[in-house]
């Protein structure tokens, strides 16, 4: 386990396409603990697996001691749409007002390997879809109807 640099935006490979993860190996058991350390060390809620380098297809969310990792996510239904702000550990020092959906369902696997299907809404359905975005080389700036230089009060 290990607490590993958060990548920063202009740094190429958070603006690459993440692999489906096929099979649950030690290596990806190592990459999710090293996730978790990092997210931890940095004081976010939620970190995608190309924030530390990494481009496979993990995220992880931890909201009021909830931790969920989640492999392959996909978001299979949206609804509703909400604007909040939203600042991330690889773009310091900025906020942003996003509009991303009010409710959706997420899909995938848990650590163990195991189907998920996780109904979220709020803050848990814009960091999921957050993360998600990291997956397919979009940071929250590329979506904000404003970016402020100010501190966020909570990093994904
Ligand atoms: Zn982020």
Redesign the pocket.
């Known amino acids: 386990m290990a607490v590993l640099p958060i990548r920063k935006i202009g740094d190429p490979v958070l603006r690459s396409r993440s692999k489906e993860v096929e099979e649950i190996t030690d290596k990806t058991r190592e990459l999710i603990d090293n996730m978790i350390d990092s997210m931890e060390a940095a004081d ?1 809620i ?3 697996a190309p ?1 530390i380098g990494v481009l496979q297809r993990v995220i992880i969310v931890e909201i009021e001691d909830d931790l969920k990792v989640t492999i392959n996510p996909v978001a299979v239904t949206k609804k509703g749409e909400a604007v909040a702000e ?6 310091p020092g900025k906020t942003g007002l996003v509009k991303r959906a009010e409710e959706v369902t997420i899909t995938g696997l848990n650590a163990q390997g195991e189907e998920v299907k996780y109904e979220l809404e709020g803050l848990k359905a814009r960091a999921f879809l ?2 998600i ?2 997956l397919d080389g979009i ?2 700036v590329d979506k904000a109807l404003e970016v402020k230089e100010e501190e966020p009060e909570m ?2």
């Open positions: 976010g939620g970190l995608a924030q939203e600042g991330c550990l690889s773009v957050h993360e975005d990291h940071l929250f990093l994904e």
